[in-house]
């Protein structure tokens, strides 16, 4: 596929405990273009948008990578990077699940943009809670 054939597909995310939303919004991401590129929030713009992930950058990166939808994965530091992003990459589409639909517009001057329906029952805080819930509940059970 020559360059000029290739689609761009932009995403970005923090990917903790990567489950299947993640991978469903992916994979639909990838329907969108011949070429997917994840901006993966670190550690510190995690910070900035008051989340802790549980996994490291570089934990959620490799796992990315891994994943049969994902093309390339860079460091996303700060909101205002996506429309340098963009350019850089030339992105064709811009795509986020429809928790932050409105919240991207101004990237339609640089290339579509689609908000995808999130995958309903599934989400890192929802992980969290029922592990916090089990370890609970194994920390009552006497030692044997
Ligand atoms: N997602 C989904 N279904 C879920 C959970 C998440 O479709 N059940 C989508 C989100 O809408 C997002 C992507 O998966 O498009 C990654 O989700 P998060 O890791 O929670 O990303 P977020 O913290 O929203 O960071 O600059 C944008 C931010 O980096 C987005």
Redesign the pocket.
Known sequence: MTASQERIVL??????LF?A??V??LQRASELGSKVIV?L?TDDFNAL?G?QAVMSYEDRKCILEACRYVDEVFP?NH?EQ?TFDAQRLGADVFV?????TGKFDFMSGHCDVVY?????D???TLLKKKISSWRNIAQQIPSL
């Open positions: 995403t970005y995310g923090t990917f903790d489950h939303g993640h469903r919004l901006g929030s948008k989340k996303e909101w996506k986020m699940g429809d928790d932050w995808l329906s999130r995958t309903p599934v989400s890192t």
